[in-house]
């Protein structure tokens, strides 16, 4: 996961204990955090894996980092990027060349964590209760 937010970093966490997901967990509170962990092989590529990245970060946006890890890193996961109100890019053809999925962040907690089970065991079946 990707995000600045300590309050929506929390409530992630809450909503991976409230489903019972049973993979692992990264937090990274910028893009260039997460591209020096790839740069310097201290991600593993090899296990499929499902990036959230918010949307609305500090240096760059959710969206420039999908396309970051796609172009210059082959970056071969799943992406998704979360945000309060789903942007004009995620409408354009091109963006799905870079990003899986769009989650718009939900103010009802189980709304919200209905969304993200439903992801991740759409792309991860059996790992979630």
């Not at 296990?47 to 970051?68: C, H, K, N, W």
């Amino acid at each position: 996961m990707v995000d600045d937010s300590n309050q929506d970093v929390y409530l992630f966490r809450e909503i991976l204990n409230d489903i019972s997901y049973k993979g692992t967990y990264s937090r990274f509170v910028s893009g260039t955090e997460l591209i020096d962990k790839l740069k310097h092989h201290k991600l593993d590529l090899d296990t499929p894996s499902l990036m959230f990245i918010d949307f609305r970060l500090p240096q760059q946006t959710g969206y420039e980092i999908a396309v970051s890890l796609r172009d210059k890193h082959h970056y071969p996961h799943k992406i998704v990027i979360t945000s309060a109100v789903i942007p004009p890019i995620a409408r354009e053809p091109i963006s799905q060349t870079y990003v899986d999925e769009w989650l718009e962040k939900a103010f009802d907690f189980n709304q919200y964590t209905q969304e993200v089970k439903a992801l991740i065991e759409k792309y991860f079946p059996g790992s979630t209760r």
